[in-house]
């Protein structure tokens, strides 16, 4: 089943449908059109926050879904689904796939990565598992845990990871290179000709968020120019 679900994703567009609570589009019933919209324009996925997001998505858009749950714990920098508990509920609302943090910050609690996918194993084998890394060794040690999916997420925000204002591509070519497990790219990708790179690079597939579903984010990008123009004129 998960094994098919990755087939349809290859070569294809993935969108990341994401608000948070600070965020004008921030709603179940937001991120529900936008996946909706998504699918009409072609995206073979969709990735999307929270439970209640993963729910009201599902009612209204039949594409594969990868869920994942930020949440902050006291002891740890790692909020993308940090623990069993947010894998647990992101699987019930219906996600085929869950996003965790497969970097090598310290997780909650003092858990070990291996420890944490064995768990998600055992209590969701029916779920696909994506590790978000940051680096090359990360993905390189989570593709030896058996995941699904690896994806450069995380690369630009851990301290130790490149940090740059473009997509790691060069992480996606050296994971990609190995030939190992589908490598997804991911992380401030704004154009489709950087979407083509990142597939000459050899990822299976593309995930854009920010540069279709952030409209704020979108708006100010155009209005920066207009700003700089009129400093220049
Ligand atoms: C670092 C982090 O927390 N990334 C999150 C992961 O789910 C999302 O906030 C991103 O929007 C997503 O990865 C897509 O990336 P971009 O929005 O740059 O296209």
């Known amino acids: 089943m998960i094994q098919k679900l990755i ?10 449908c994401q608000a948070l609570d600070n965020e004008p589009l921030y709603g179940p019933e937001h991120m529900a059109v936008m996946a ?18 993963v729910r009201a998505i599902k009612r209204k858009c039949g594409l594969p879904l990868i869920g994942l ?6 002891d740890s920098d790692v909020y993308i689904t940090p623990t069993l508990s947010e ?21 909650p609690g003092g ?23 940051s680096t090359f060794e990360e993905g390189v040690a989570a593709m030896k845990l058996g995941v699904d999916l690896v994806s450069s997420t995380l690369s630009g925000y851990t301290p130790h990871s490149p940090q740059q204002a473009g997509p790691d591509i060069e992480l996606v070519r050296r994971l990609a290179e190995l ?13 489709p000709e950087e979407c083509e790179a990142c597939l000459q690079a050899g ?6 968020g920010t540069a279709i579903t952030r409209p704020q984010l979108i708006t100010r990008r155009f209005v920066n120019v207009f700003q700089s123009f009129k400093a220049s004129n």
């Open 7 to 16: 087939d349809q994703m290859a070569g294809g567009l993935v969108v990341s």
């Open 36 to 53: 909706a919209a998504a699918a009409e324009g072609g995206a073979v996925a969709i990735r999307a926050n929270t439970p209640q997001d």
């Open 69 to 74: 749950y930020k949440k902050h714990y006291a």
């Open 87 to 107: 894998v647990k509920e992101i699987a019930e609302a219906g996600a085929e796939f869950v996003a965790v943090d497969a970097t090598s910050l310290p997780r």
């Open 111 to 133: 858990q070990s990565l291996e420890d944490f996918i064995a768990g998600i194993r055992e209590a969701c084998p029916q779920v696909g598992i994506v590790a978000d890394v």
């Open 179 to 191: 030939r190992e497990t589908p490598v997804l790219a991911e992380g401030r990708i704004w154009t």
């Open 203 to 208: 990822a299976h597939s593309v995930v854009v």
